[in-house]
């Protein structure tokens, strides 16, 4: 009974120093964090997403662009990412204050994207490289995600929205591809991913 009862304080204890390690305490330093609000502007940051881009987060998880993206720059001193240009800064726990859940990543089998609202902010560029990325990357790898847009006759004039296309890319004459909800929803997301501002515990580096 004697080793029942050690066995199970043991098993208790450890639980209890991993939970406090792993949830207690990152919740309580977390949920101290304010945004950091620029003296001399008074923007704050990191900047609250618009609804469209929110719900461009949505589209992103559920595309699965979280299987091959993270986002998450290393410091210089744990890696390439800044030498790479994926961010002039290490990311730090404020940069994520907003989102629910992180999408930190589980892999990179393509860029980092923490900062390419910055690198591309061109939202002509995103639904290009959605809709045939080896139009712009032809070594890319990455599936295209045209179930996201649509194909269809013009009517009339031309769509302001319509893709413009390089052969072998482009529509058959007389159709047009269009970006459904869903496609600009997801660029908005994508052109509001920039952590190039500075935090205290995360300073731009000096030019």
């Not at 080793?3 to 199970?8: A, E």
């Not at 589209?59 to 994926?86: L, N, T």
């Not at 900062?115 to 902010?121: A, F, L, T, V, W």
């Not at 009517?155 to 413009?164: I, K, M």
């Amino acid at each position: 009974m004697n080793r029942l009862t050690t066995l199970f304080l043991g098993f208790f204890v450890t639980f209890l120093f991993a939970w406090l390690g792993l949830v207690i305490i990152p919740l309580i330093s977390f949920g101290q964090l304010e945004p950091q609000v620029n003296p001399d502007t008074g923007e704050s940051y990191p900047v609250v997403r618009s609804g469209l881009a929110e719900r461009g987060k949505q589209v992103y998880q559920a595309s699965g662009c979280i299987y091959c993206h993270s986002q998450q720059v290393r410091p210089a001193s744990g890696g390439s990412d800044i030498e790479r240009g994926w961010g002039p800064r290490r990311t730090v726990a404020r940069d994520y204050m907003y989102d629910k859940p992180p999408l930190l990543g589980t892999s990179r089998t393509g860029p980092d994207l923490s900062n390419i609202g910055h690198r591309q902010p061109s939202a002509k560029w995103h639904h290009q490289h959605l809709y045939a990325p080896q139009s712009i990357s032809p070594d890319s790898i990455m599936a295209p995600y045209r179930y996201l847009y649509e194909t269809r006759r013009i009517q009339g004039a031309p769509s302001p929205d319509a893709l413009e296309l390089p052969a072998p890319y482009a529509p058959a004459p007389g159709y047009e591809v269009v970006p459904t909800e869903e496609a600009k929803a997801l660029v908005a997301y994508l052109q509001s991913l920039d952590h190039t501002y500075a935090l205290p515990e995360a300073p731009l580096p000096k030019e």
